[in-house]
């Protein structure tokens, strides 16, 4: 999808199902989002037990949509001739046929402050809006993960047309999907114990 091949690349990255064995807690897990098309880290937050067993809780980084001047490695996500978007939304239409469709958290959960206020009735928050994953370290076997994502339409400048000249410039959500597995099959339970 992106020009650039370091964006493009899936290089070390999984789509959840397990992740490496020995993890680390200095260590970077590469996700892959097809819902905002691209790779995403999940960074150590802290160790805690779970059913009864070690576990390391990795989230997605706050800055992870963020503009590139906020955050560097956003910049080969930038699609050419497009202005950029506000911090917190990345632009997704390169893998969606050029349809003008933006990502962010639910909610806008960590944009800017006018995106959030240009939509009545939302109410970030980092427990019901982020993107975490619990993994049991020596395995590499998540035991919990929610991964949620939000795709926004974006309305460039459409002044032209009176009956939709007030939504000119504007994001505007569409839906947020959750994808989440909670616990574990008693088949692995049984191999982990």
Known sequence: YWDNETCDSVQGATEGVTYHQSIAKTDT???LRKTICRV???HFERELLKMGMKAYRFELP???FSRPSDNATEECFLSPGLPS???GLTDVSPCYY???IAASFPHFLNAERSVLESIDGLT???EKHGSFVIVEPNTGVPME???RSQSNLVVRHVSSFPRVK???NTIIPMFWAEYNQVGLPWYIKSLMY
């Open 29 to 31: 897990l590469k996700y």
């Open 40 to 42: 995403t880290p999940l």
């Open 62 to 64: 706050s800055d992870i």
């Open 85 to 87: 978007l506000p911090s």
């Open 98 to 100: 050029n349809f003008p």
């Open 124 to 126: 970030p928050s980092k």
């Open 145 to 147: 993960s929610r991964a």
């Open 166 to 168: 007030r939504f000119s």
